[in-house]
């Protein structure tokens, strides 16, 4: 199964959001079963744009017209427990943010974004994926988007949109 991962897509109309997903998914998205979104949506309605995909979403800090969705969740994919939060903080606390707001229930992946920057790896048993921002990098990678692969194991992957 794989499973497309996005954060602080930061778009502001369904324009936008309709450009993005047809490029994720004549793309990268191309064989994703679903969505997993990690805040800062900013237009409440870009999930419509990849429809039929099943979305699964929390809030960011930009999200103010997302009320119902919640800050953080666990969903279950398979037999993997995924956790999704946005992050919060400065770009040295975000990490550690998000990982002590699942402790005690730290599940088998953490996605999480805020910080625009990629990030897949593992700390103990917990695959840490952050995938960055398809529109609005703030790395030398540029624009980037996740991966999620699972089957038997789980892992994760940084795509490039460049």
């Known amino acids: 199964m794989k499973v497309g991962v996005l954060s602080d897509t930061h778009v502001a109309t369904l324009a936008q ?6 490029k994720l998914l004549a793309g990268p998205f191309s064989e994703v079963v679903c969505i997993l979104h990690a805040g800062d949506h900013v237009h409440p309605e870009i999930e419509l744009c990849f429809a039929p995909r099943s979305w699964y979403a929390v809030r960011g800090n930009m999200d103010r017209l997302h009320v119902c969705l919640p800050e953080k969740r666990i969903i279950r994919l398979n ?3 995924i956790g999704i939060t946005h992050g919060w903080g ?28 990629p990030e897949c790896r593992r700390i103990g048993s917990t695959l840490l994926l952050n995938p960055g921002s398809p529109t609005e990098p703030r790395s030398a990678s540029g624009p980037t988007v996740g991966i999620l692969t699972i089957d038997d194991h789980v892992s994760g992957e940084i795509v490039s949109l460049i």
């Open 79 to 81: 037999d993997w427990r």
């Open 17 to 22: 959001g309709h450009q993005l997903a047809e």
């Open 90 to 117: 400065g770009s040295d606390d975000v990490l550690d943010n998000v990982i002590n707001s699942f402790s005690g229930d730290m599940p088998d992946v953490l996605v999480f974004g805020h910080s625009h920057v």
